[in-house]
């Protein structure tokens, strides 16, 4: 517990990280506010969008960090398991992403008057899924420029080639994590929906990771 506790200081205490939760913060209260919807749903979905969207850049740099800043060689000596660290750092990423959900879902519910448990449920499991995913885009490269591009550049890439592509239709609709979570904006998500957020959750959350974390702890420090 207090590894994971260091690791969440270290990733929310820098100015850009402090500048950057104050801008998710502003822009979640005006979201729903701009949208002019009333309905939880619609509320919820407009005050969510700043965490799902710019979030995920603190667990990139959760992890990028330690390389970009050279302070892995003191992380590692203080604690040699590096699985051990990933894992508190990606416990920390979690704790981060559940906070800014639960304050999403807060703004939503004051704007709407009311909450819907389900849709802010699934909301709050799409804000813990893209923080997993840039944290993987973060251990696979080990950089920060070249993480926060890749996390941003590749699924859009990805997103636009599978809607302009004919023969890759079929797979981007479940592969493609920006479609296949548009179902979990509202209630009444079926069991194909969940499926194929669940197929692409694990192409670009739990392949990443995985990857990443043997990286990670084979990776050469300098």
């Known amino acids: 517990m207090n590894l994971i506790l260091v690791e969440l200081r270290k990733t929310v205490d820098t100015r850009a990280a402090r500048w950057l939760l104050a801008v ?21 979905a407009a005050a969510q969008l700043p965490v799902s969207i710019l979030l995920p850049v603190l ?28 894992l508190a750092k990606l416990a920390a990423v979690t704790v981060l992403g559940l906070a ?19 849709v802010a449920g699934q909301l709050a499991l799409v804000d813990v899924t893209t923080m997993w995913c840039g944290f993987g885009f973060g251990l696979l490269l080990l950089g920060s420029a070249g993480a926060v591009a890749a996390y941003y550049v590749v699924p859009i890439g990805w997103a636009a080639a599978g809607r302009l592509v004919p023969a890759l239709e079929p797979a981007a609709r479940w592969l493609d994590l920006s479609r296949t ?26 392949l990443p990771i995985l990857l990443g974390l043997v990286r990670a702890t084979r990776a050469e420090i300098r």
């Open 100 to 118: 800014a959900a639960g304050f999403a879902l807060g703004v939503a519910a004051v704007v709407a008057g009311g909450v819907d448990v389900a």
């Open 181 to 206: 979570r548009g179902p979990l904006d509202a209630a009444g998500v079926t069991a194909d929906e969940w499926a194929r957020f669940a197929a692409s959750a694990a192409l670009w959350v739990a």
């Open 24 to 44: 998710v913060a502003a822009l979640t209260v005006a979201a729903p506010l701009l949208q002019g919807g009333r309905a939880f749903p619609a509320a919820a």
């Open 59 to 86: 667990a990139v740099l959760a992890v990028t960090a330690e390389w970009s800043q050279r302070t892995a060689l003191t992380t590692f000596a203080l604690v040699p398991d590096r699985r051990r660290v990933m």
